[in-house]
């Protein structure tokens, strides 16, 4: 195809500009809008095209210089090259009008955006591996844009700096491996006390490997595991060393949270606290109130709620999680925090609370969202309602739901910025009884 002019109408969330060239949309990698660029369209669809972008011929003014060497082909970010303000503005955007088309809700007042760090914030991800005989080592890294190749990258601006600083020495390491090509990722989490890898590993690993995975977890000061088939398979690399927990402070630096190498933790440490203060901004829990925690994970929220509520009650569908929020919950001396195990993905999952009444709930579900609880919960009698959401479309979905189907009122949304310089869209939504 021959290069082409346009200017660009809109933007997605995914970083790519939209124009209209013969009456057909046409998606333009890193254009944005407003700016006047020149475009070779590389793949046809029925109802769109997609183009690469050639040039910018007049750029936006929100236009910055990505951080990374490597953006434009890792696919862990999309938007370096837009200012902080105008993702903000964007990711609102996503949320509005999902709020409007999918649930046809608009909040009673929008919230200030939860912020954090710009760069060096991630302190959980996993990184897929691939030993690549062309390029003679093992390629350690986010996934390509569009593709199931691993980039060939030796940092990142959004990682954590310790874990940033792993990936070069991590690709040396598995490359000195005779299971090198049997390693297909790893598993960073960043702790306050230490950091911690998860080698997923497809065969036993040699005596010499063994040595080889010592000698790195020494030098670098990391908690080392190993993964052979699912969660069952997870093993420290030594199994009678005993280094300590991972933990992360919270509320302040009043509770101390321990959680394992594979459990789910905020991403973003700086958002997850201003979050947290939000929530309890929010949803004001008083000594007296029972509140009722619903995907409460090791009790992220449930603990901070209960140092100032009468009771709260965490349920979770995983049992090791709901373990060690009892043990959380033990070793910050809080006594006023029930967990209990329950499968929020199906219609009987109220009865992990027994028809019991709240004062308030807080919602944090998966991608999938929370309609499976809904009606549950709204029996429960609570006056507010606090959702968190990692989705926009679920949340909009639900929240048309609790609106339209059970009365609520939606007194108030706003975007969580967990994941700067990335499509992803989080936030949080506050409903109300009439």
Not at 59 to 71: D, I, K, Q
Not at 208 to 230: C, E, I, P
Not at 242 to 256: E, I, M, V
Not at 377 to 389: E, F, M, N, Q
């Amino acid at each position: 195809m021959l290069p082409e002019t346009a200017v660009v109408q809109d933007m997605t969330p995914e970083g790519q500009g939209l124009v209209t060239l013969g009456g057909k949309r046409v998606f333009v990698d890193g254009a944005l809008t407003g700016e006047t660029v020149s475009l070779r369209r590389v793949r046809s669809r029925r109802n769109y095209d997609e183009a690469d972008l050639l040039a910018v011929i007049e750029a936006s003014a929100e236009r910055v210089a990505p951080r990374c060497a490597w953006f434009g082909t890792c696919g862990g970010c999309t938007l370096q090259h837009l200012s902080r303000s105008a993702q903000l503005t964007l990711k609102q955007s996503v949320l509005e009008g999902n709020l409007l088309r999918i649930g046809r809700v608009t909040p009673q007042r929008w919230l200030e955006p939860v912020t954090g760090e710009s760069w060096g914030y991630r302190r959980r991800a996993r990184l897929s591996v691939r030993h690549v005989e062309a390029k003679g080592r093992v390629l350690v890294g986010f996934s390509e844009r569009g593709s199931p190749y691993v980039t060939d990258m030796l940092g990142c601006e959004t990682l954590h700096p310790a874990a940033a600083a792993l990936i070069e020495p991590l690709s040396a390491l598995i490359g000195m491996l005779s299971l090198r090509q049997r390693i297909p990722q790893v598993e960073v989490a960043v702790a306050d006390t230490a950091v911690a890898l998860v080698l997923r590993v497809l065969e036993t690993p040699t005596a010499m490997d063994l040595d080889h995975l010592r000698a790195f977890r020494d030098r670098h000061g990391l908690r080392l595991w190993l993964q052979h088939s699912g969660s069952a398979g997870l093993a420290p690399l030594d199994a009678g060393r005993d280094d300590g927990p991972l933990s992360y402070r919270l509320d302040g630096g009043a509770l101390t949270l321990g959680f394992g190498p594979t459990d789910f933790i905020q991403v973003n440490a700086g958002v997850n606290e201003r979050l947290l203060a939000l929530a309890i901004d929010l949803l004001a829990p008083e000594p007296g109130q029972h509140l009722l925690d619903l995907y409460c994970g090791i009790g992220n929220f449930t603990l901070p709620f209960a140092r100032r509520a009468g009771s709260v009650l965490g349920i979770e569908g995983g049992a090791a999680a709901v373990a060690r929020a009892r043990s959380n919950a033990a070793a910050n001396g809080i006594a006023n925090a029930e967990f209990r195990c329950a499968d929020l993905a199906t219609a009987q999952a109220g009865d992990a609370w027994g028809g019991a009444r709240f004062d308030a709930v807080l919602l944090d579900p998966p991608r999938a969202g929370a309609a499976a609880v809904l009606d549950r919960v709204v029996a429960c009698g609570a006056a507010r309602i606090l959702y968190v959401s990692c989705h926009p479309g679920t949340l909009a979905r639900d929240a048309g739901v609790l609106v339209h189907d059970h009365g609520l009122h939606l007194a108030a949304a706003g975007i969580l910025d967990m994941f700067p310089a990335t499509s992803h869209v989080e936030s949080v939504a506050l409903f109300e009884r009439r």
